[in-house]
């Protein structure tokens, strides 16, 4: 079962900040996110592996709460080159890995 | 860049045609999987492979198979192709996906009219 992302879409001007969150209804091993520009592949950002963990790349950072069985993404001071599609991504024990349905962000000058 | 690679890229078929999909990879990584994406849907799996000869069935499995001969080449087939099968495909790699990150193919765009 895919996990859940919201919100779908947002858009920011330079600057601002956003938060992505990833919910699922199982229990979470890791957490995994990416981005994709247009017409791309998805990229990797960075992956949180136990409970309560925090990883951050650049002005984005994500933290990991095993209990809630959620994720959150943080993008700080956006950037244009932030824009694109963020998807959230969980492993299971099988280690089949499914992906949320994404969260389009627009950032505008 | 991780050595990933999809064929072909784009391809327009007629429906009831069987297509296959090929991803090959030169990284030696166990696991492989194939994503379709759709607007509204994200990436959805639609089977992946953690050896050769092992596979599974992921979340959209109904219309297609797959194999996996060799580490390196992992084979989507749509046994007779039909417009809902109209999509992004893309094949992904890893060597552990609970604590590795997954590399992706540049996808191959399908077309079924």
């Known amino acids: 079962q895919q996990p859940v992302q919201s919100p779908q879409a947002v858009i920011l001007r330079e600057g601002e900040d956003a938060v992505i969150n990833c919910s699922s209804s199982?229990?979470?091993?890791?957490v995994h996110w990416y981005r994709q520009k247009h017409g791309e592949a998805p990229v990797f950002l960075m992956i949180?592996?136990?409970?309560?963990e925090q990883k951050g790349h650049e002005k984005i950072s994500a933290s990991f709460n095993e209990k809630k069985q959620q994720s959150s993404l943080y993008l700080t001071a956006s950037q244009l080159s932030y824009s694109g599609t963020y998807f959230c991504?969980?492993?299971?024990?099988?280690?089949?890995?499914?992906f949320g349905g994404g969260t389009r962000l627009m950032v505008k000058p | 860049d991780a050595g990933i690679t999809q064929s072909p890229r784009h391809k327009v078929t007629e429906t009831g045609t069987p297509v296959t999909l090929r991803c090959h990879q030169t990284?030696?990584?166990?696991?492989m999987y194939w994503y379709r994406q759709d607007p509204g849907h994200g990436l959805r799996l639609i089977h992946y492979s953690y050896g050769v000869k092992d596979t599974d069935k992921g979340e959209v499995s109904d219309g297609y198979s797959v194999s996996r001969s060799k580490t390196e080449d992992f084979l989507l087939t749509l046994e007779s192709a039909t417009s809902s099968q109209t999509s992004v495909y893309f094949c992904?790699?890893?060597?552990?996906?609970?604590?590795?990150?997954?590399?992706f193919g540049q996808g191959t765009r399908l077309t079924v009219v």
């Open positions: 990284e030696n990584h166990r696991y």
């Open positions: 949180l592996l136990k409970g309560g």
């Open positions: 992904a790699i890893s060597t552990q996906p609970m604590n590795t990150e997954a590399f």
């Open positions: 991504g969980t492993a299971n024990a099988g280690n089949m890995l499914t």
């Open positions: 199982k229990a979470l091993y890791s």
